[in-house]
C-alpha cells in the first residue's frame, strides 16, 4: 500500500496534469482531452514510481521505454514530461501549432526529449513496443523493460493481435501493455461499435498474462506494476478501468469529447472544477 504522502504528492500531479490538458487543447483550439485524462494516473504511477529513466539524460541507454500507442492522447504525455523535467513547461502551450515539437500526435522527428518513436496511427505502438522489447531479450536479459498504452477501441485493430501473439510466443516479459478500458471510442461505446471484451480472456489465450485494476486507484495500478515485475515467461497486459474525460464532469463517459477541445466558458469551468484559478488559464500564454 501506498503511503498517505505518496498517494497526496500522485493525486497532486495527476490533477495537474488534468489541468495542463484542458489547457492544451483550449489554446490549441483542437485535441484529444476525453482519452488523455483517463490516463492521468497510469501515467503519474509510471513516470513517478515505476519507471527506470533520467529526465536529465533522455538518451540515457539503460531508460525504460514508454510508447503511447494511443497517440491521439498525447496531450496528457506531454504533460507528465514537462511535469517529470523533461522539456520547460511554458512549451506545453505551444501544442499544435506551426514548428511546435508538440503535435497533435507525438512525433519523433520534432525532437521533444522523451518520446521514443512516433505514433498515431492506431496499431503501430504496439507493434513496435514488441520489437523493442523482443530487441532487449536479445541485448541485455530484461535489463530494460518496455511500457506500452493502448485505447480499448484501439484494440479492434487487427495488428494489434498480431502483435500480441507475436509478444506471447516470444514470452516477452519485459512487455507491459496498459489498455485504458474506458469503454468509449470516437463514434461510441465500445461493445456497440465492435465488441472486445472479455479483453481478459482473449490476452490470456494469447499467452499474455492478464491483470485488472482499478486506473484511476493509485493503490491498484500500483499493486498491478508491482504484480507485472515479477511475471516471468511471458508478456503482461494491465486492463485499467478508467472513465473517459475523468474528472470533468461535462466530459465523463461522452464520447463527443473523444477529439473536440472545450471552449473559453467550457475550459474555465474544467479549470474551477479541477481546483485552480480561471486565470491560470491564460498565464504565460505568448500573445
Known sequence: MLDDNDLQKYSEIARRIRFDVIKMTYHAGSGHPGGSMSIAEILTILYFKHLAHRPSEPHWENRDRVILSKGHACPALYAVLAEAGYYPRDEMWTLRKFGSRLQGHPALDKGLPGIEVSTGSLGQGISIAVGIALSFKHLDNNHRRVYTILGDGEIEEGQVWEAFMAAGHYHLDNLVAIIDNNDLQIDGFVSDVMNVHPIFDKMKAFNWYPIVAEGHDFNSLNNAFE??????????????KTVKGKGISYMENVAGWHGKAPNRELAIKAVEELGFPQ?????????
Do not use: E, N, W, Y
Request: a positive charge; charged letters at 25%.
Open 227 to 240: 504484480q507485472a515485475k515479477q511475471v516471468k515467461g511471458m508478456p503482461v497486459t494491465i486492463i485499467a
Open 279 to 287: 486565470s491560470a488559464l491564460d498565464k504565460d500564454i505568448a500573445k
